[in-house]
């Protein structure tokens, strides 16, 4: 069972007797139909695979994030982070799992950027840690936290990588959080001086940067149902968090162009495509609220410096802390978007009179289902990248793309790892996301999530989603089949290797 789906799904209880919107596991769901005769549902034919191809200068890439590979939670004055508090209290992660040690990255970097190397990659994307720069996220700069980034990308530089920057992917200096977390106003200067010490230090070097990784996931399980650091739970909580980060977006944006004016500034956005269940005139609006406030709640902020429309009723700025001015604050010209893309999600109208949303989010199983409970969904791709590509008109880089499968080493051949499913799963997915290239999507890169097994939030290490399998008791790296065949798709730019 798909943990924060569920935890998501039960909601109504953590959110303290308010009602929230409903995102929910469809088991019994299919949807469209289907019946004999058609493709299995969600699958892509051979000749789509056969006809995908990529532009020479494409950036083939894998993601990571500090938290999840770096391990040495208190290294070289590191500061303490929530996910280093949250980790630490027994029954919040799955099995007592903690970062404190995960893919032990931060010291085994050289060995994680040549299996890039191997696997003929191009682009890499990494996050920093805000607490190994400012240990208690304000004021005084810890050299050390810097000197190791720019080992990192030096070493980055010199396989051919490109090194792709996110500056918050989730580690907020818990230092912080004792003063409020991101509900706190104030966090928005905060993370922006952050922001400009990290541009400073290697802005010479690396010219594309996300702000942040998918700012409705960590503000709504972190601050809205309490199932990821600091676990929170409440509207009002989220809905100030959302804002805060919303300004810092706008505030960072400013703060790193001055610095450098070549930067390539972007944020990582969780995405998936939302489809009416009917085309009722209920839940067709539903969906449109859906997509306002699951997919582009930071980016039209960003765009346009005002939120989409995601809630029946109106905007409730007054319980965001919404002052004049704010929206001139929220905007950034971003130059480029980043897709996390997962699955997709049906859509129905459900009342909920306190608060506006109003919607069912399902996510059917209809097609394969992975190892934590995602259904697999090539098409979602295609739809999901086409929609952005046709409202915004601006470049895209698919920042992440992903299963979890449990595959291990052949006990007679323990160099091996054969992981079928996850190959077939990137074969298709990449071949959708040529197809919407194909049809005049400007897609830049893509990143598969991700290049090693690593610590996954609440789930700790249950599950395996690297192309990298990582035996955690000895930090032992393993390429699986299809790390071997990523690297033969990211040499040849076609998908029939
Ligand atoms: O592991 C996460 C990542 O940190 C953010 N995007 C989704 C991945 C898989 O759940």
């Given at each position: 069972?798909?943990?924060?789906?569920?935890?998501?799904?039960?909601?109504?209880?953590?959110?303290?007797g308010?009602?929230f919107?409903?995102?929910?596991?469809?088991?019994?769901?299919?949807?469209?139909?289907?019946?004999p005769?058609?493709?299995?549902?969600?699958?892509?034919s051979?000749?789509?695979?056969?006809?995908?191809?990529?532009?020479?200068?494409?950036?083939?890439?894998?993601?990571?994030a500090?938290?999840?590979?770096?391990?040495?939670?208190?290294?070289?004055?590191?500061?303490?982070?929530?996910?280093?508090?949250?980790?630490?209290?027994?029954?919040?992660?799955k099995?007592?799992?903690?970062?404190?040690?995960?893919?032990?990255?931060?010291?085994?970097?050289?060995?994680d950027?040549?299996?890039?190397q191997?696997?003929?990659?191009?682009?890499?994307?990494?996050?920093?840690?805000?607490?190994?720069?400012?240990?208690?996220g304000?004021?005084?700069?810890?050299?050390?936290?810097?000197?190791?980034?720019?080992?990192?990308?030096?070493?980055?530089?010199?396989?051919?990588?490109?090194?792709m920057?996110?500056?918050?992917?989730w580690?907020?200096?818990?230092?912080?959080?004792?003063?409020?977390?991101?509900p706190?106003?104030?966090?928005?200067?905060?993370?922006?001086d952050?922001?400009?010490?990290?541009?400073?230090?290697?802005g010479?070097?690396?010219?594309?940067?996300?702000?942040?990784?998918?700012?409705?996931?960590?503000?709504?399980?972190?601050?809205?149902?309490?199932?990821?650091?600091?676990?929170?739970?409440g509207?009002d909580?989220?809905?100030?968090?959302?804002?805060t980060?919303?300004?810092?977006?706008?505030?960072?944006?400013?703060?790193?162009?001055?610095?450098?004016?070549?930067?390539?500034?972007?944020?990582?956005?969780?995405?998936?495509?939302?489809?009416?269940?009917?085309d009722?005139?209920e839940?067709?609006?539903?969906?449109?609220?859906?997509n306002?406030?699951?997919?582009?709640?930071?980016?039209?902020?960003?765009?346009?410096?005002?939120?989409?429309?995601?809630?029946e009723?109106?905007?409730?700025?007054?319980?965001?802390?919404?002052?004049?001015?704010?929206?001139?604050?929220?905007?950034?010209?971003?130059?480029?978007?980043?897709?996390?893309?997962?699955?997709?999600?049906i859509?129905?109208?459900?009342?909920?009179?306190?608060?506006?949303?109003?919607?069912?989010?399902?996510?059917p199983?209809?097609?394969?289902?992975?190892y934590?409970?995602?259904?697999?969904?090539?098409?979602?791709?295609?739809?999901?990248v086409?929609?952005?590509?046709?409202?915004?008109?601006?470049?895209?880089?698919?920042?992440?793309?992903?299963?979890?499968?449990?595959?291990?080493?052949?006990?007679d051949?323990?160099?091996?790892?054969?992981?079928?499913?996850?190959?077939?799963?990137?074969r298709?997915?990449?071949?959708?996301?040529?197809?919407a290239?194909?049809?005049?999507?400007d897609?830049?890169?893509?990143?598969?999530?991700?290049?090693?097994?690593?610590?996954?939030?609440?789930?700790g290490?249950?599950?395996?989603?690297?192309m990298?399998?990582?035996?955690?008791?000895?930090?032992?790296?393993?390429?699986?089949?299809?790390?071997?065949?990523?690297?033969?798709?990211?040499?040849?730019?076609?998908?029939?290797?």
């Amino acid at each position: 069972m798909d943990r924060r789906r569920f935890l998501i799904n039960s909601s109504l209880a953590a959110m303290g007797g308010m009602t929230f919107s409903r995102y929910m596991l469809g088991a019994q769901m299919h949807w469209p139909p289907h019946g004999p005769g058609m493709p299995p549902p969600g699958s892509v034919s051979e000749a789509e695979i056969k006809a995908a191809r990529f532009p020479k200068d494409f950036y083939w890439g894998t993601a990571t994030a500090a938290y999840q590979v770096e391990g040495a939670w208190t290294a070289d004055g590191k500061g303490e982070s929530i996910w280093d508090r949250f980790s630490h209290v027994v029954g919040n992660i799955k099995g007592g799992d903690t970062g404190d040690v995960a893919c032990d990255s931060y010291y085994r970097y050289p060995e994680d950027i040549a299996i890039m190397q191997q696997l003929h990659q191009k682009s890499v994307r990494f996050s920093v840690s805000w607490p190994r720069i400012q240990p208690m996220g304000t004021g005084n700069v810890n050299q050390k936290g810097l000197d190791h980034y720019s080992k990192v990308v030096d070493a980055m530089l010199k396989a051919n990588l490109r090194p792709m920057c996110t500056l918050y992917h989730w580690d907020l200096p818990q230092a912080l959080q004792d003063k409020g977390g991101w509900p706190n106003r104030d966090l928005y200067k905060y993370f922006a001086d952050y922001a400009e010490i990290v541009t400073k230090a290697l802005g010479d070097r690396v010219d594309t940067w996300a702000i942040f990784n998918e700012p409705w996931v960590f503000t709504f399980l972190g601050y809205g149902i309490g199932i990821h650091a600091p676990g929170l739970t409440g509207i009002d909580g989220f809905l100030k968090a959302a804002h805060t980060v919303n300004l810092a977006q706008g505030e960072a944006y400013r703060a790193m162009r001055a610095v450098s004016a070549k930067a390539k500034i972007g944020t990582a956005f969780s995405m998936s495509p939302g489809a009416p269940a009917t085309d009722s005139t209920e839940d067709v609006a539903a969906a449109r609220r859906f997509n306002a406030v699951n997919n582009v709640y930071f980016l039209d902020t960003a765009l346009y410096g005002r939120y989409p429309d995601a809630f029946e009723g109106g905007i409730p700025y007054k319980k965001m802390g919404f002052r004049e001015g704010d929206g001139e604050i929220m905007k950034a010209k971003l130059d480029w978007m980043g897709i996390n893309y997962y699955n997709r999600h049906i859509i129905s109208y459900a009342k909920d009179a306190e608060y506006g949303e109003n919607f069912n989010a399902v996510m059917p199983h209809q097609g394969p289902i992975t190892y934590n409970g995602w259904e697999v969904w090539p098409r979602g791709m295609y739809d999901i990248v086409t929609q952005m590509w046709k409202t915004y008109k601006l470049p895209i880089e698919i920042t992440e793309n992903g299963c979890a499968y449990s595959d291990g080493p052949l006990s007679d051949d323990p160099d091996k790892v054969p992981d079928a499913r996850r190959t077939t799963f990137y074969r298709e997915h990449l071949a959708e996301l040529a197809r919407a290239m194909r049809d005049g999507a400007d897609v830049r890169g893509y990143h598969a999530w991700s290049i090693l097994d690593n610590f996954e939030w609440a789930e700790g290490y249950s599950q395996r989603f690297g192309m990298t399998y990582i035996d955690f008791r000895t930090e032992k790296r393993t390429i699986k089949d299809s790390g071997h065949w990523y690297g033969r798709v990211s040499a040849a730019g076609r998908l029939d290797v």
